[in-house]
């Protein structure tokens, strides 16, 4: 397959494995790669020593490219960047934070840079900035989200039509036919989160997969909405959240939930499988997946799909 995507990251298909943090190392993301897809490096979790080890492992592990994600929300994002860039990484993809920060200079340094977005006004915003392709992230995607909630099926045609740059869609994706419903919305790849979480690779914690594997499709909620709206997991920590950001307003709230958040929950959480008191973020289509496959199962198993799904189109779409 041949496509914007494939050819701007020199891959075979035009599938990302998004960054994730405390989820997506070296083993996952070389496994992507190696596979014919794009695998990330989450450094949001990283400091530029570990995410040093992490680029260095991934290089011995393919020789295919695979990208760094750098989240713009953290403080270290300038040190993260340079270490990649140090090591040869050529492939950026940023995120929470604005796209002018350092799309020019990374740009400047011949890499191929992608932002993520959650609104066309935004993708607008990434495109004037100059970079080479935007990633447009769906609610119900894992991790941090947009606050404008603007689900994928609406937010891809409406990004596409305001922007000359390649589109990967993200969030709610993790099967072949997936894969050929935003292609046929107008993007020209897609970026799965939750999908290569719940691989062998991944770097999330057994206890968290296990409990994954049980989801049912309203397992998940939105929380944060009032600070830095995230999509998690069920659990005693994201209930807590909810009743917090239903009992107070104001600066009540801001105190209370600076007060129950932190203590390292996204590690604990996703990492070292504490499962009542951690933050456990993925997205709604877990529910879909019921098995913990190896990166090369799910890579053949969705460009599977994603054939005898096109290749039923035209009797599905006869009407
Ligand atoms: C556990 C987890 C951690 C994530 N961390 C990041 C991150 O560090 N940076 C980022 O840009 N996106 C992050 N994301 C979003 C993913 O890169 C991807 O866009 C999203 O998961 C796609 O939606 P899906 O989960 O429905 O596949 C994270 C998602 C998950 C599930």
């Excluded at 973020?281 to 199962?297: N, R, Y």
Aim: aromatic share 6%; glycine share 10%.
């Amino acid at each position: 397959m041949s496509n914007p995507i494939t050819k701007l990251f020199n891959v075979e298909y035009p599938i990302v494995q998004g960054g994730m943090i405390w989820v997506s190392g070296s083993k996952l993301a070389a496994a992507v790669s190696s596979a014919g897809g794009l695998g990330i490096i989450g450094a949001g979790s990283m400091k530029p020593d570990v995410l040093k080890e992490h680029i260095l492992k991934a290089q011995s592990l393919t020789s295919k490219p695979f990208g760094v994600n750098v989240p713009l929300l953290y403080s270290g994002a300038e040190e993260q960047i340079n270490c990649a860039l140090d090591l040869g990484v050529k492939i950026f993809f940023t995120s929470a934070g604005t796209p002018k920060k350092f799309t020019a200079y990374l740009k400047n340094k011949g890499a191929v840079v992608v932002h993520v977005t959650s609104s066309p006004e935004l993708a607008v915003k990434c495109m004037d900035a100059g970079v080479d392709a935007i990633v447009a992230e769906g609610y119900e995607a894992g991790g941090h989200n947009g606050r404008e909630e603007i689900t994928t099926m609406t937010l891809i045609p409406q990004v596409c039509a305001k922007v000359n740059i390649p589109v990967i869609a993200a969030g709610g994706i993790a099967t072949g036919a997936g894969i050929a419903a935003c292609l046929a919305l107008g993007a020209s790849g897609v970026q799965m989160g939750t999908r290569f979480l719940m691989t062998k690779e991944s770097s999330a914690h057994e206890n968290f997969k296990n409990l994954a594997l049980q989801s049912l499709p309203h397992s998940t909620q939105m929380a944060m909405r009032s600070t830095v709206p995230v999509r998690l997991l069920n659990n005693q920590f994201a209930n807590e959240i909810k009743k917090i950001e239903e009992t107070y307003t104001g600066d009540e709230l801001k105190t209370k939930l600076t007060e129950h958040l932190g203590k390292f929950r996204a590690m604990n959480g996703m990492h070292k499988g504490e499962l009542d008191q951690g933050e456990l973020e993925i997205g709604q289509v877990v529910s879909l997946i019921k098995s913990v496959p190896s990166v090369a199962e799910v890579m053949r198993e969705l460009i599977d799909d994603y054939q005898k799904t096109i290749s039923r189109l035209p009797k599905n779409l006869s009407f």
